[in-house]
């Protein structure tokens, strides 16, 4: 069963794969399979009819060799140790691929938000980033969005450090609003690297995207901002899901209107755009050009791949393939890019928002997205790079080599203390 991988094996196997392709000393792979530290939290809240609830939550802080530890916090009834761990793994090779000068990190509080109010969630927020600050800083650590978070909770996680710190320093958080720091940009930033990464896919690999049809399992963030710009490059999108089910209709439909209709009902079922239902499963072994899986990991596991029909991957979530799948699917040569550079648009926009906070100097919209495309196309160039120098089975392997690489050189030139 998918939801018995654990993604922090998944991710240790992926690092290990990546290393049996470079010349690299075993203590050097071992480092980079475990993190250096994790904060584990019993948070005792109290909800608004005046009893306290204990969440459990977690920071892993996974490799700082290359800068301060980046990566977001999610909110999730499925948030775990492993997970938050494996999460932070990913974000050390993410930052390594797209070359931003960050080390790996995430966190995690255990709950469904939809079952709390939002003066519980504030709370809770700012009890999490009360237990957070001794980790976090500019310099240290810097949070941002993930699964189930956004503006508000980066707001709350910003004022909670500065009041208890008695300073301003919007850089200890990215993906804040745009009137408390934020950057133009941040919010598409993580759907617009996945289109950026599909066009470079589609053109690596000869093939068109005018009229090239697209499925995207889940509908948040990364999925329904990657559904519509892909759609602007000439893409037809005929199926979208969210958890609680998906549409399909073969001649396409407005990935824009398909979004409204999931903010007023709250999901995308019942959108009169699309012809038929479908379950995600459905969704995924449709024969599409394209499939983007965008919500969870291990959405796709070793029997999903091998009913699999679509031509390529782009995977927007973390992890949303089983080392199994990835597995079947180079069998079956069909080309899989990977999360670590196709959904690296946001913490690149991340980075662009840290050092605008830094120089207090900040950017135009277009600057911001000009920039991105100038990352992303860089790291593809390096993951083909990467691809075509290596024996290599995956487009994955290639580009943990190249992220490999940067962060052993890092932690080779650092050398070791005491
Ligand atoms: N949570 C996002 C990710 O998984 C963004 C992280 C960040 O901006 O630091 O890449």
Excluded at 121 to 136: C, F, G, Q, V
Excluded at 239 to 244: I, K, L, N, T
Excluded at 281 to 299: H, M, S, Y
């Amino acid at each position: 069963m998918a939801n018995e991988v654990n993604p922090f094996e998944s991710m240790q196997e992926q690092g290990d794969d990546a290393a049996a392709y470079v010349d690299l000393a075993d203590d050097v792979v071992e480092r980079l399979k475990y993190p250096e530290r994790v904060l584990e939290l019993n948070l005792s809240v109290e909800m608004d009819d005046g009893t306290l609830e204990r969440f459990e939550a977690y920071r892993s802080q996974f490799n700082g060799d290359r800068g301060p530890y980046k990566g977001g916090i999610r909110y999730h009834p499925g948030v775990t140790r492993d997970e938050v761990k494996a999460l932070s793994g990913w974000m050390a090779y993410k930052c390594a691929a797209v070359n931003i000068p960050y080390g790996g990190g995430k966190g995690g509080i255990k709950l469904d938000p939809a079952e709390y109010s939002d003066t519980e969630l504030e709370r809770i927020t700012r009890s999490y980033a009360e237990e957070l600050r001794p980790l976090i800083g500019e310099n240290r650590d810097i949070p941002a969005p993930d699964v189930n978070t956004g503006q508000r909770e980066m707001n709350w996680i910003k004022d909670t450090y500065e009041t208890l710190e008695r300073t301003n320093e919007p850089g200890v958080i990215t993906g804040k609003a745009p009137d408390s720091g934020g950057s133009a940009g941040r919010v598409e930033a993580t759907g617009r690297s996945v289109m950026l990464v599909s066009r470079e896919g589609f053109k690596y690999l000869d093939k068109d995207i005018a009229d090239a049809t697209v499925a995207v399992q889940g509908y948040g963030n990364a999925g329904s901002v990657a559904a519509k710009l892909i759609d602007d490059i000439g893409a037809n999108v005929v199926a979208v899901s969210d958890s609680s089910g998906g549409i399909y209709d073969p001649d396409g439909f407005d990935a824009r209107a398909a979004k409204d209709h999931k903010n007023e009902t709250g999901s995308v079922n019942g959108f009169a755009g699309a012809s038929e239902e479908i379950t995600n499963e459905e969704l995924l072994t449709l024969d599409v050009d394209l499939l983007i899986p965008a919500a969870l990991e291990n959405a796709i596991d070793e029997a999903i791949a091998q009913n699999l029909e679509a031509d390529m991957i782009v995977e927007a979530a973390n992890g949303p393939l089983t080392p199994d799948a990835d597995d079947v699917l180079a069998e079956r040569d069909v080309p899989v890019f990977p999360d670590i550079l196709a959904n690296a648009g946001g913490v690149t926009v991340s980075y662009f928002e840290w050092v605008q906070n830094r120089q207090g100097f900040y950017w135009t919209e277009q600057k911001v997205n000009n920039e991105l495309e100038r990352f992303i196309v860089a790291a593809f160039e390096d993951l083909i790079e990467g691809y075509e120098s290596h024996d290599v089975e995956s487009y994955r392997e290639a580009m943990y080599i190249v992220a490999i690489k940067r962060l052993a050189n890092a932690a080779k030139e650092g050398g070791v203390w005491p």
